[in-house]
Structures are given as C-alpha cells and as structure tokens.
C-alpha cells in the first residue's frame, strides 16, 4: 500500500474542502497469533487490517473520523464528514497542529526483515515447546491455559499539511506460557513471556518456561496476612503498575485543570532522592522505542524525575499551547481511531545501587510485592489503594507466599519512603522499574 | 479522574493475552470521557442491508472454502459499525467524532481447535482468501458441505425507536449544554464539567455450516456527566450516567438536569472524605454498581473456557452449594433496554436468560457454542466477540443479582460498624483463584446503622467463593445499569450488571488507616 500518496493525498483534498489544517494517520497491520494447549493447537489466526484516522481543524474547531475502508469513495467521502463535524464542534485557541513542521527522524532499527521467513510450523513449535517445558518443571503444575507465540508486523504512517509525511515499519514477535499449579481450592496461575522486536532476540523457550512455571508454583497455599504497617518491597516487575500511576498524575493537562495531585509539584521533589525517571523511547531495535510521537515530533530521551525531583509535566501540542508552556511535546497515540494525547512512551526507572539481596536486610517483617491489581494511585486525591499478592519477608528471608491483601496510604508518601532501590533492571517494554524498598505501608489483611 | 487514559491495558491486540497479564480479567465502568466514538451520520445509514456482494450464494461458496481442508463446522460473521461521539469539555462542544468499522471474520473449527482469519476489504477474492486461511486448521480433504440457509427470526429486546445514529448532532449538543450549565451552577467548588453522548450501531451478519443465517442490529447509547470539585487542598470527583440499548427518545433536558445536578452533588458530597480503614468489615453495597462485583468476582470464573479447561475455582461445583442460600444470580441477556443485551449473540444464537446460582446452588456456566459442544450443554447465548477481528469467546451479557425481601434501609441499619459502597470504579479478578480488587469510587462509613462520613481511598478485596458465602441480606430494589466495557483475551465488549442493596458480613477493605 502506498501510504504517503494516500496520505497525503487525503491531507491535500481536506484543504481543498476548506480546512485549516489537517492530518491524516494510517495503519497497515499484519498478525499472526497461535495459542495452543496440552499439546495441541487450540487457535491460530491470521490477519491483515487496516485504517485511516483523519483529523481536520476550521477555525481552531475540531472533527475527528476514521475508517477501515480505504477505497477512494469511502476517503472521499470521510473528508466531506470531517469536514462537516469540524462546523460542529466549538473554536478552542489552542487546538490544532503542532506548530512544528517536518522533523529529521532517526533510523531506530525496528523493523526485522527475517521474520517474514519464519516458518508457521516453526513458531507453533515454539509455542507447544515454551507449554510443554512449563508443564514439566514441577510435579505440582496440574493444568495450563497453554503457550502461544504472535508476530506482528506494522506499517504506520502520518501525514499533515504543515509538511510532517512520517512512515514507520516495525516488527514484533512474542512468546508466552501460562500454567496452574495446585488443585481444588489451592490453585495458582503463573505466565511468563519474552517480547522483542527481533526473532532471533527472543529469549530461550527454556527461560520463559522455567519463569512461568516457578511464578505458579510459588505462590500455592498463598494467604492473607493481618493488617500492619511494615516495610514494603516491590519487586522490579510489579513495580511498573505502581510507577503507571505517578505517570498519570503528571499529565499537564491535568496540572492545568488543577484535578492532579501533582498540580503543585513541578522542580519539587515528590519522591526519595534514590529516585531518578526518564523517558527515552530512541534505544535502538528496542520494543519501547519509536522514532516519531503521535503528532509526528521526533523522539528523544527526558528526565520526568531527577534524584527525586519532579522536571516536567506531559504536554501534546496542544495543551502545551492552552497552559502556555514551551516544551517538548509527547503524544500518544492508540492506533488510527482517535486523535493524539500527551503521555509517556518509553520509561525507565533508573538502577539504584543495591543488589537485591540488600532490600531484605534488616526486614525483621516485611512483604515482598510480586504482583499489583492496579496502580493503585488516584490521580486526582493521590490516595493510594491497592490489591497485591507476593510474600511474606520474616527476618529478611521470604517465609510464606501472600495473597488477597491490600496496600494502602498516599503516593506521595509512598514515594519519599522510598529507601533502598536495587540494581537489577531488565528492560522488557514502555515501562521500566529496579526492584526497590519502601520503609513502611499499611498492609490491609484479615483482622483490624 | 484519569482522563484520556485508557487502562493501561497498552496495545489490546498485544501478544501479552496470556503471559504478562498474569491471567487477569479487567473490567472498566468508565466515565464517558475514558471511551472515544465519533459522530452522527454514517456513511451510509447503519440499517443498511448486509455487505454489497455478501448474498447467500456468496456466502454458501465463502463457506465451501471453508471447509475445503474437512473442518467440522464453518461461519462468516460479517459486520459494520457505525460509532458517533460528541463531548463538551471546559464549557465547550470540543469533539466530535465517527468511525466506521467493517469486514468479515471466518471461523473453522475442528474439534477443539479454532482457525480464525478476516478481511477488512470485501472484495471476492479477498474474502476467500480469508476463508482459506482460516480453513488451515483442518487437514484432510473437504468433509461436508454447508447446509442451506434458515433465517432467524428472533424476539428483539433493544429499546430504540429512534437510532440516535440518526439524530443531528446539535440535538444532542443541546443535552450536554443543559447538562454542564447544571452542574457548573450546582456550586462554586465544581472546577471541571465534562460531558457526552456516545452511541454506536453494529450490523451484524452471521451464516454457518449448518445452515444458520442470522441478521441483527445492534444499538446502544450512553449519556454521561463528570465532575471535579476542588475546596483548598481537597479534591474529588463525581459523575452520573445512563447507558443502554437505548433510542434517542430514552434521553431529554429534563434528565440532562438531573445528571448534571446528581455528578455535580456527588462531588461536593465526596469533598470532606477522610481516608479509608484498612482490616475486615461488614460492607453494604448499594444497588446497581454492586453488580461489577458479581461480574468479576464470580460470573468470570463461571464462563464455560476456564470451566472445561478446568482453570476456574468453580470448574467441578455443578449442583453444588457456591454462595449463601439467599443468592440467586443470572445473566440475562434478554433484559429489556440493557447494555448487554442481544437479540442474537455473535455467532448467531438467540438471547437468553441463564440463572447461574440459584439460591446458593452453582446451577449452570456461560456458555459459547464451542465449549458447549465440548461439554455437550446447550449454548446459553453467550458467544461474543468485539469485532470481526475476533472470534467469539464465553462472555457475560447482563449479569445481576435477583432482588431479595429486605428493605434497603433495615440492611444499614443492621451493620454497627462497616462500609457503605454506593460507586464501583472497576476491579479485576484472576478466575483460577477467584480473588478480585475493587476500587471504590463513592463510599461512607457506617457507624451504629446510620451512614456517617465520606472515604477516600477505598479498595475491596477478596476471593469470590468467600464474598459469595458471607452475603447475608439482600434487598427488595434491584436496578441492572451499563456503559462499560469487559476486557477478556484482549476483546473489549459492553457488559450490563445489576445488583439489589445487599450486605457482606466481612471483606477485606484496604485503605490507609490501620
């Protein structure tokens, strides 16, 4: 398909139909997904889809459409609509295309050409394999929800009339297993997986097998605890649901409506000095990079937090223009059906100093957080409340697996607990944490 | 109040269904701002018949490639959706959107095994691509031929007489004005109003092996009003909705006024909330968002996949005693109005209404035409999908819990000591433990049987098979309401709940105050 004709050509004819301006994302996705179970082939899919997002300003007034048939009468005729749900809507001074015209855009290596060749059979394999070794790490694994193995194999592109013409190909490919452990009323699921951009950079089925296998097992005859107030770890996996919470308070947006707890906080510091944030999707082959953002700017590597210090908030152009701020602009972008909003792209939580070991020491009691139901942090209160699963630390050893308990307190509080933070990161996705150690937190169990 | 972040569930279609998710079902009862739609006006009206080209002959012959490698059983769903947004932010009609989503999905199964591919472009050659594709999970040569067609006629519960996909978008402009003028007069502490109208007509088709051939339209709409108060240092929120298979002529200013009046109270009224206990309480949970709680924390664990996989706590409970005897739970996917209703599930059964516990007793699963095949039950119509870029999985349609005789006032009274819950913000549970977390969006203490002071903060949590004993009081005033999305598999879907006021004696709240 030839994404720069149509969308620039889509662009050229919402101009001539009279808007301002306009801008027009297309999608082409290739999928490939198998899932098996004990053994056997339970589905496997196949698809190609694609897309057209198309957003157009009159007089500073927005219409917003997008569909799935590219043929020229439906483009012609989504231009007509836009244009007509642009009269709609109400001016706003700030709304429209960012004032940046085209940007150089860097050569990120995301896009892996022998993955086209793998065989079907191959990654069926694959995922029969990563089950199979799962289900044979230990006596005690009893069922699986099975293994799978996907690809996906995207073309984007965004165009606008202020000259932005980006285009992105990029590849991804995945493996994972999910197995249960235990019986009756004593049964628990564990799932790993390995996501990389590359085929031959997938992690050894071996591994991932091992991991969801020991993530199951572990955690049977998992119970709650009573309600106290200890020291709390979070290991570096769960520790990314907590850390989605802080990124969605320091939305700019927000700041400017005064409805985040955060609104205050800019060059203060919000967390433990251990504590240092950055945004950087521009790692090369990485899964989590991406060279342009949502409104087509070129990425690049920000601090959000430095040695505890909040730095910034998140803008898209736009809200950037309504607060009246200039900065670096990042927006996200949910595939071709809605428009751009600022959020972040790539974190990482940078490494501390301690090994992890060091976390548990001097734990007389303590828990181990292995697993979050949330983020549990509302960006509006900065209350903080969550359901978490992990273990039970006894004189800085895990004594016992635990479940069906809750933290609870404000994040902000949370944050400059914070006293120990590990070197043990492991960049696997858009969000990126070391394990680290919060000095105390009130853990809600059984009695009060 | 997260605005314009979806949960963080990142790409949906993401290969991290399984592995990372640990499992987990999420269910969101978003605040009409968290969804985008667009606006009114489809292409072509969204009544339109079946795809241009996708006769029964067509269909016979798609169906035919289907089968050419010997699968059992063949299906072409066909579908396009028309979606309408408009929504009102900072005094103003800021979006207005549409979106148009089309194409057809071949399913082929053989035996336990599902071979699923669509096209997005309906071009003949394409199609059977597609179907070929699919038909790659059989191998053999071509078993059986497909059936002729019989249309199905079934009863319809949508309550739309006039699609609002039809109506002019200043008509429903004029709701989200009244609505924001409401809510901003209500009090000088509202700093925020946002509100919108959503709706979407999907056109489905669906034609089998076995000679099923079912048409429907399927409509709903969802009005909501939010707002953020803000007193010194304290902030909160509060919102107001209404969603359901609903016609245009569901929604008026009158009830713009009222929606915009009730967020607006509740924000004032959730100013002064003090943080919430952490330990075990009694909680009474008022009616109608009560039955987010039903839906995750047992209804999940009751769909027929985890069941024959043998996955869900409750796979062998069939027959047996699951919850207190005053529990009867069903899901109903013929309840008039609802946002979960269906006239025919997508893969062409008509709806039903299934008790799932009757008084106690574990009495049937959610059942998909797969999995009650495999488990020779009948389908509970039940098969859903998000689109035709999936093929359809057990899901929920509307599940609540029958009212009780209890009076709603003598349940508060009953409690020395515990926590009212009068708003569910969303919750997840893991079906193979059945433990679920809530969080909380409105909740009071109770002290000495009366409702005293406003928290914030609020987290439920618990493992279904115990909440389902420890219900001991259930009220007389049942209300099903809608306007979320289930997440399940990386398919997002409408889901309908329902609850009548009803009192746990102990759960597991986590809040800040030990």
């Known amino acids: ?149 996907s690809n996906t194999e995207r073309e984007a592109g965004l165009f606008n009339s202020k000259g932005i013409s980006c285009v992105l190909k990029e590849t991804s490919c995945g493996f994972s297993a999910y197995v249960i452990a235990g019986e009756g009323d004593n049964m628990q699921g564990g799932g790993w997986s390995s996501n ?17 296998a020991q993530r199951a097992v572990e955690m049977l005859g998992a119970r709650p605890v009573e309600t106290n107030k200890v020291p709390v770890i979070f290991d570096r996996y769960a520790a990314r649901s907590f850390w989605m919470g802080i990124l969605f308070a320091i939305d700019g947006d927000d700041v400017f409506r005064k409805t985040t707890f955060m609104t ?94 060091e976390l548990f020491k001097g734990v007389k009691e303590g828990l181990l957080v292995t697993g979050m139901r949330g983020s549990g942090t509302d960006t509006t209160t900065g209350a903080f409340s969550v359901g978490c699963s992990g273990f039970w630390i006894a004189d800085g050893a895990k004594a016992f697996p635990v479940d069906g308990v809750t933290l609870g307190g404000t994040t902000l509080e949370i944050l400059k607990g914070i006293d120990k933070v590990a070197n043990d990161l492991d960049l696997r996705g858009s969000l990126n944490s070391p394990s680290f150690r919060v000095a105390e937190i009130t853990v809600g169990g059984k009695k009060a | 109040m997260n605005r314009h972040k979806p949960h963080q569930s990142m790409d949906r279609r993401s ?48 169906l035919e490639a289907c089968l050419s490698r010997g699968g059992d059983f063949a299906e072409v769903y066909y579908e396009r959706t028309v979606t309408n947004s408009l929504s009102l932010d900072e005094e103003k009609i800021s979006t207005a959107t549409r979106g148009l989503d089309m194409g057809a999905g071949f399913r082929v199964v053989q035996g336990e095994k599902t071979g699923y591919a669509f096209s997005d472009d309906l071009d003949f050659a394409r199609l059977k691509e597609a179907a070929e594709t699919a038909a790659l999970i059989a191998s053999g040569a071509a078993a059986q031929k497909p059936q002729n067609f019989t249309s199905l006629s079934p009863p319809s519960y949508y309550l739309v007489k006039v699609s609002p996909d039809t109506v002019a978008s200043k008509e429903k402009a004029a709701l989200l004005i009244r609505a924001n003028s409401v809510a901003r007069a209500f009090d000088k502490r509202i700093t925020q109003v946002g509100v919108g109208f959503y709706d979407y007509s999907k056109r489905i088709m669906i034609a089998n092996s076995e000679g099923l051939y079912a048409e429907d339209t399927q409509t709903l709409s969802r009005f909501g009003v939010s707002c953020d108060a803000l007193e ?28 915009g009046r009730k967020a607006a109270e509740m924000a004032i009224r959730m100013l002064p909330a003090e943080d919430a206990p952490a330990g075990e309480f009694p909680i009474v949970i008022a009616k109608g ?197 289930c997440g399940k598999d990386g398919q997002a879907k409408p889901t309908g709940f329902g609850n009548p006021t009803l009192k746990v004696d102990k759960i597991t709240i986590g809040g800040k105050k030990a």
């Open chain 1, 264 to 357: 205050e906080m800019l060059d203060k510091p919000i967390a433990s000095a251990l504590i240092t944030i950055n945004d950087d999707p521009t790692r090369r082959r990485f899964i989590g990079s991406v060279p342009f953002d949502g409104e087509g700017n070129t990425t690049r590597k920000i601090t959000v937090v430095d040695k505890g210090v909040l730095k910034m908030f998140y803008y898209d152009s736009q809200t950037a223009r309504k607060a009246g701020v200039k900065v670096h602009t990042v927006a996200r972008r949910y595939g071709y059906k809605g428009g751009p909003g600022a959020g972040f792209i790539c974190i990482t939580v940078e490494n501390g100093k301690d090994d992890p070991a």
């Open chain 2, 289 to 485: 968002y009560g039955g987010i709680f039903f839906h995750e924390a047992i209804g999940h664990s009751l769909e027929a996949d985890g069941i024959r996989k043998k996955t869900s706590c409750f796979w062998d409970k069939l027959g047996q005693p699951i919850a207190s005897p005053v529990v009867t739970l069903a899901d109903d996917g013929t309840y008039k109005g609802a946002w979960g209703s269906v006239n025919i599930d997508d893969e062409g059964c008509v709806g039903k209404n299934t008790i799932l516990i009757d008084k106690g007793i574990c009495a049937a699963f959610i059942q998909d035409k797969l999995n009650a095949n495999l488990m020779k039950k009948g389908q509970t119509g039940n098969g859903r999908r998000e689109s035709y870029q999936f093929y359809p999985i057990p899901r929920m349609t509307n599940t609540y819990m029958h009212a009780g005789e209890a009076k709603p006032e003598d349940i508060i009274k009953s409690v020395s000591k515990g926590l009212y819950i009068v708003k569910i913000g969303g919750g997840n549970v893991q079906p193979t433990t059945g433990r679920f977390v809530f969080s909380v969006t409105e909740g009071y203490m109770i002290e000495g049987g009366k409702v005293a002071q406003p928290l914030k903060g609020i987290m439920l949590m618990g493992s279904g098979q115990e909440v389902l004993k420890n219900i001991s009081m259930v009220g007389d005033d049942l209300l099903v309401i809608g306007g979320g999305t």
């Open chain 2, 15 to 62: 290969f991290l269904k399984k592995g990372m998710q640990t499992g987990a079902l999420v269910v969101s009862y978003p605040v009409w701002k968290h969804l985008s739609g667009s606006d009114r006006q489809a292409l072509f009206a969204a009544e339109t018949a079946p795809a241009a080209g996708l006769d029964k002959d067509i269909l016979k012959k798609l």
């Open chain 2, 232 to 259: 010194g240092s304290q902030r909160s929120t509060g919102y107001e909705s209404k969603a359901g298979s609903f016609g245009f002529e569901h929604y008026s200013l009158s009830q713009a006024d009222e929606f």
């Open chain 1, 196 to 212: 990389k951009r590359f085929f031959k950079e997938l992690a050894p089925v071996e591994d991932v097998a091992k991991t969801a």
């Open chain 1, 1 to 149: 398909m030839d994404f720069k004709r149509i969308g620039e050509d889509i662009v050229n004819k919402a101009i001539k139909a009279g808007a301002d301006e306009a801008e027009a994302v297309i999608e082409n996705v290739k999928e490939f997904n198998v899932n098996v179970r004990k053994g056997e082939v339970e589905t496997l899919q196949k698809s190609v889809s694609k897309g057209l997002g198309l957003r157009v300003y009159i007089n500073k007034a927005l219409g917003l459409s997008y569909t799935s048939d590219l043929s020229p009468e439906s483009l012609d005729e989504t231009v007509k609509r836009t244009i007509d749900l642009a009269k709609i809507t109400e001016s706003k001074p700030w709304q429209g295309l960012p004032d940046f015209g085209p940007q150089p855009l860097a050569d990120l290596d995301l896009y892996d050409p022998e993955i086209a060749a793998v065989p079907d059979e191959k990654k069926i394999a694959m995922a029969k394999e990563v089950e199979r070794i799962a289900m044979a790490q230990d006596k005690r694994i009893t069922n699986s929800e099975g293994g799978s193995f």
